[in-house]
């Protein structure tokens, strides 16, 4: 199973992004996916989720400004980011809780994809 994300780069000050991330491989069911941000010598911290029934939870940082979204039948979250701030930029990492099979048994397993830069300039 692979988590692959694309999109971010750099932008101005209320700007917008979006960022898409894909699962492939053997994957049976995803139960959660979502996005979190890691600025240098810092934790990582929750951006946005969406469960497999499409309930959503948000930081109170980007509330109001960020809508994260679902694809099922290409196993893709999309996090449309608005408002931009300087404060939002980070590295941006795809996480998926996801049901595979491992050695002819199913598992549920939390999966990274690559970080993804996300620049807001003043």
């Known amino acids: 199973v692979q988590l692959q994300a694309f999109g971010g780069g750099s932008v101005q000050a209320g700007g917008s992004l979006r960022l898409s991330c894909a699962a492939s491989?053997?994957?049976?069911?995803?139960?959660?996916m979502g996005w979190y941000r890691q600025a240098p010598g810092k934790q990582r911290e929750l951006v946005a989720s969406v469960t497999d029934r499409g309930r959503t939870n948000y930081a109170d940082s980007v509330k109001g400004r960020f809508i994260i979204s679902k694809d099922n039948a290409v196993n893709t979250v999309y996090l449309q980011m608005n408002s931009l701030k300087p404060e939002d930029t980070d590295v941006y990492y795809c996480?998926?809780?996801?049901?595979?099979?491992?050695?002819?048994?199913?598992?549920?397993?939390?999966?990274w994809g690559q970080g993804t830069q996300v620049t807001v300039s003043s």
């Open positions: 491989g053997k994957v049976f069911s995803i139960n959660e």
């Open positions: 996480h998926g809780n996801l049901e595979t099979y491992i050695g002819g048994d199913r598992r549920q397993i939390d999966y």
